[in-house]
């Protein structure tokens, strides 16, 4: 019988479809005979209210970082509670059962906190399935957790501590790293990278801000031109057309080594050829570049979730946060004429990769659906 898997993520970001993306590509590859499907929930059966709280989401941390944080931190070590979870379905969920009834696979995974929730719901009104969690961060908060979860695969043991400590059983939790796409489990030379992206090369710094373009991405840019003699700038800007429209409109900008990006479909490519990377600490973004190697300054973090995933890097010495734009030139210089006393960072990277199975994520649930006979025999009824 042919196994099915369903990947359920949200339209929040484009971190968790990413990394549901990597997941597929992962089993496809081990084993083509799994039929595996990604459905971005909310955005599938209540899109209006979906754009409506990702609008609220992106003001309130662009505007209220300390609002955000706020919320972000009330009770971050406490699981949902049941009124909660019944709001996250209302809002973005209602139906979902009649859509996994039309589909019934033999495995759940989901890849954000709230189909998370939803499904842990269902599962919980007597619903029968096998359920798996994968957490999207370096840092775990309690509406991950739901008892309901059959395993969860999580980036590193401090997540996986993290989940004891807020009562989940050790034999629920895998360490398999974060699922990450093919392309950045290659390393390409850079030199070739640098001539297929028409690139000078030259010392090269990469900026980026996520796919929403975030992350103080113009004030870092400015600072960096006064260094665009000696040093190649590549600015990502992603799916933030008014910003790379504004940079593009400065006369400044116009000057053969800089490079100013919208959303790019291989930023595998532009990591390898850059030398440093600028950036906010989206947990899937991160361990791409950790994977690619390529050494991390942190900025302007959003509250919360990525002010945590900088907190692991940071206390990992994988990544070295700057506060303003006014510690830029120290760094440039360190890039350009002091090259050892960033030694110790790619280091650091270098025994962080021993460590990292791109396919590990995608073992684990392949052996889960194959393996385990009492689970995989399992379709999604009630």
Request: charged content about 25%; hydrophobic content about 40%.
């Amino acid at each position: 019988m042919e196994k099915k898997v369903l990947i359920l993520s949200e339209a929040v970001g484009n971190g968790h479809t990413k990394a549901a993306e990597a997941l597929m590509q992962g089993i496809s590859n081990l084993d083509p005979s799994i039929h595996t499907e990604i459905l971005e929930v909310g955005q599938t059966l209540h899109p209006i209210t979906t754009k409506l709280f990702v609008n609220s989401y992106l003001k309130m941390i662009i505007l209220s970082p300390p609002l955000w944080r706020k919320i972000y931190d009330y009770k971050q070590n406490k699981p949902l509670s049941k009124w909660k979870k019944f709001i996250i379905h209302q809002l973005f969920h209602r139906k979902i059962e009649v859509l996994l009834d039309k589909e019934k696979p033999n495995l759940i995974i989901c890849t954000h906190p709230f189909t998370s929730s939803s499904i842990s719901r269902l599962k919980r009104l007597g619903y029968r399935f096998t359920f798996c969690t994968v957490i999207t961060d370096f840092h775990v908060h309690g509406a991950w957790v739901h008892s309901e979860v059959d395993i969860y695969l999580v980036s590193s043991e401090d997540v996986y501590h993290q989940l004891i400590q807020m009562g989940i059983p050790k034999s629920r939790i895998a360490v398999t790293g974060m699922p990450i796409r093919p392309n950045f489990w290659i390393k390409k030379n850079k030199q070739e990278m640098r001539k297929k992206l028409k690139l000078k090369n030259i010392p090269s710094v990469m900026i980026m801000g996520g796919g929403l373009g975030l992350g103080g991405i113009k004030g870092l840019a400015h600072a960096l031109l006064k260094w665009k003699e000696k040093l190649q700038i590549i600015v990502c800007t992603g799916n933030n057309q008014a910003l790379r429209s504004a940079l593009l409109r400065n006369e400044k900008f116009h000057h053969p080594h800089v490079c100013i990006l919208g959303f790019v479909n291989f930023i595998d490519e532009w990591m390898e050829a850059a030398d440093l990377l600028i950036t906010k600490p989206g947990g899937l973004t991160c361990f791409e570049a950790l994977s690619k190697g390529i050494p991390m300054y942190i900025y302007r973090p959003i509250a919360g979730h990525e002010e945590k995933n900088c907190d692991f890097l940071v206390n990992n010495h994988l990544a070295v946060k700057i506060d303003d734009t006014n510690t830029i030139d120290r760094l440039i210089q360190k890039l350009l004429f002091s090259p050892q006393e960033m030694k110790f960072l790619n280091n650091r990277i270098k025994e962080f990769q021993e460590n990292i199975n791109p396919l590990a994520s995608a073992e684990f649930i392949t052996n889960l659906l194959f393996q385990q006979d009492d689970l995989s025999d399992v379709r999604y009824e009630k």
